[in-house]
């Protein structure tokens, strides 16, 4: 009998599930409950004095406990929809070497952070994955019979955003999903487009905050398909119009990055930088690739320009040409017909450094005009502020071709692979998540990201409370209900009350003096402030 081996199956980790129960067990410093609805804090403020997050420098944040909880949610909402349309993860490294990046001419882009070794070799820090994945799938796949490939991570990107004050909304270094999509023809990677939308709105649904998808417009991105999908919030730093009868979307905020386009080895290779002056005046500034326009030309073009301040101010990389044409639709699309504006652009020269002044005119949200709409009949546009929180591409050979990825269909001929490349912004989501939901109480999730789905406060200082607590926790898990005891016991009941709205889980149960005298508990919805008296052992059919 001993002759038989035992696979031993059970792992450690399936031990390791072991729940926090007891915020006072949980690293969570909490701020000031005090200084509550103060409107101009951002949210990643407020995440901030919650105890959620914190910031090690501009566009660079930690994540705490809480913090965690609800990015593993977020992430856990991905792996679902990913598996739904059969993406394998994958985890590629955030550090790169340039070798790809040179090849699909992309090494010029001002947004990447470059570095080198001590033996002066050059690496970058990721702040995007085409490039890399495409190496893989090349050196993989060589038959029709290997595709379609969905590969999908989430993980770190790194990003010198030339901007990054909007809190973790925009951060230097961010958590990002990212899908890469592999096929054979159009069609298929037309099919396969139409998969990643449906996961995005299966993400998105489950989020449960309501969100506008825009067709990006083509034009801009040499003929591919792309959409992007927003919330609407007076943070965001695009410019969504949106009709009120029909879901046409437009993002039309003239600072949004454009993508770069094919410009390798491109003579007419420029960057841009552009802003909008206070007079209505698109700037645009054009200087060699690979740095940054000097920030003291930008202080003298743009004088009332602060680093840090609301003016957009976006920074590409692209072909000359190309660029200018957009500058010019975008001046056209601004212009009001019979207009009096003279006959721009006027050119200035600065040494290699050329600006371009253009007259438009700035979208106001506020006063924006009720033109119809372009899809349906009759519809009204209104514009708003928005957040970008999710792209999907259809990318064609774009990086297949310069990467060399190719199969052998079966006619036997050699083909480009199709691709398409799709993001969501993990880390910005989190935030504006936040943004979206708050109130003047302070944070107030959706279940479906929420750290914990009830929280029980506990009048300090109580045995017969503290054992109701733990009697009301067995209850509330047993009916399958995330929840968290708020046992600390070196804070007021008073204290307690507020900093439960404050950390904004939906529910809050209330264990306190009327249950030493009475039996009951509230039950309390963070959203609505609508309460409940119930008995201990009720509590988990008062939650639904
Ligand atoms: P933006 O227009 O805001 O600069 P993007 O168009 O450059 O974003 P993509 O390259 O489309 O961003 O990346 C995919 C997703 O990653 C975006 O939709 C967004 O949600 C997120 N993202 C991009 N940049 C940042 C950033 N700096 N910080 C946090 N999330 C980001
Ligand atoms: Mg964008
Ligand atoms: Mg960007
Ligand atoms: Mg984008």
């Known amino acids: 009998g001993d002759a038989c081996p035992r696979i031993e199956l059970r792992s450690l980790t399936k031990a390791s599930g072991v729940a926090h ?17 103060e409107s101009k804090e951002s949210s990643t403020d407020v995440l901030i004095r919650a105890g959620y997050i914190r910031k090690s420098s501009a566009g660079i944040y930690s994540l705490l406990p809480l913090g965690t909880i609800i990015q593993r949610k977020l992430m856990a909402i991905i792996h679902r929809s990913m598996s739904m349309i059969g993406a394998s993860e994958v985890s590629l490294p955030a550090l790169l070497t340039p070798t790809a990046w040179q090849a699909t001419g992309r090494w010029a882009n001002t947004e990447i952070y470059k570095l080198k070794d001590a033996s002066e070799s050059e690496f970058m820090l990721a702040p995007t994955h085409e490039e890399e994945i495409t190496t893989i799938v090349a050196d993989e796949v060589s038959s029709y019979r290997q595709l379609p490939v969905r590969l999908y991570q989430i993980g770190k990107k790194y990003r010198d955003e030339l901007r990054p004050r909007a ?3 925009r951060g230097r270094e961010f958590m990002m999903m990212d899908l890469y999509t592999f096929d054979t023809t159009v069609e298929n990677a037309m099919a396969t487009y139409e998969d990643a939308r449906g996961a995005y709105d299966f993400i998105f649904k489950s989020i449960g905050v309501e969100y506008a998808v825009s067709e990006a417009d083509s034009g801009s991105i040499g003929g591919d398909l792309s959409h992007e999908y927003h ?20 993002n039309v905020e003239v600072a949004a990055s454009f993508p770069p386009e094919e410009h390798a080895g491109n003579p007419f290779e420029v960057a841009v930088t552009y802003g909008l002056l206070d007079d209505g005046t698109l700037l645009v500034i054009y200087h060699p690739p690979g740095r940054k326009v000097n920030e003291n030309l930008i202080k003298r073009e743009l004088p009332t320009y602060q680093m840090g301040e609301e003016d957009p101010v976006g920074s590409v990389v692209a072909n000359g040409d190309m660029m200018l044409q957009k500058m010019i639709r975008i001046y056209d699309e601004r212009v009001p017909e019979n207009s009096s504006l003279p006959d721009l652009p006027i050119q200035v020269n600065i040494g290699n450094i050329t600006t371009l002044r253009f007259p438009c005119v700035e979208v106001d949200p506020e006063n924006f005009p009720n033109e119809q709409c372009p899809s349906c009949e009759g519809g009204v546009l209104t514009a708003s502020k928005a957040v970008e929180v999710g792209h999907t591409f259809y990318l064609g050979t774009k990086y297949s071709k310069p990467l060399k990825a190719t199969y052998q269909s079966k006619d036997g001929t050699q083909q480009i692979i199709e691709m398409g490349c799709y993001g969501i912004g993990v880390s910005r989501l989190i935030d504006v ?11 107030c999730w959706p279940v479906s990201v929420a750290p914990f789905e009830v929280v029980i406060v506990t009048k300090p200082k109580s045995e017969e409370i503290s054992d109701a607590a733990t009697t009301l926790y067995q209850h509330l898990t047993d009916a399958g209900c995330e929840a968290i005891i708020d046992d600390r016991e070196d804070k007021s009941f008073g204290w307690k009350l507020s900093d439960a709205r404050f950390l904004g889980f939906p529910a809050n149960v209330i264990i306190g003096n009327k249950f030493l005298k009475t039996g009951l508990v509230d039950v309390e919805s963070r959203r609505t402030a609508e309460k409940v008296e119930c008995k201990i052992d009720e ?3 008062r939650i639904s």
């Open 21 to 37: 129960n007891r915020l006072s067990k949980l690293y969570l410093p909490s701020g000031t409950v005090s200084a509550r609805g």
């Open 167 to 169: 809190g973790m909304m």
């Open 231 to 250: 919330y609407i919030s007076s943070a965001g730093e695009d410019k969504l119009i949106k009709c009120d009868s029909c879901d046409y979307a437009a």
């Open 433 to 443: 998540i936040a943004d979206v939901t708050r109130d003047e109480h302070g944070l």
């Open 539 to 541: 509590v988990p059919e």
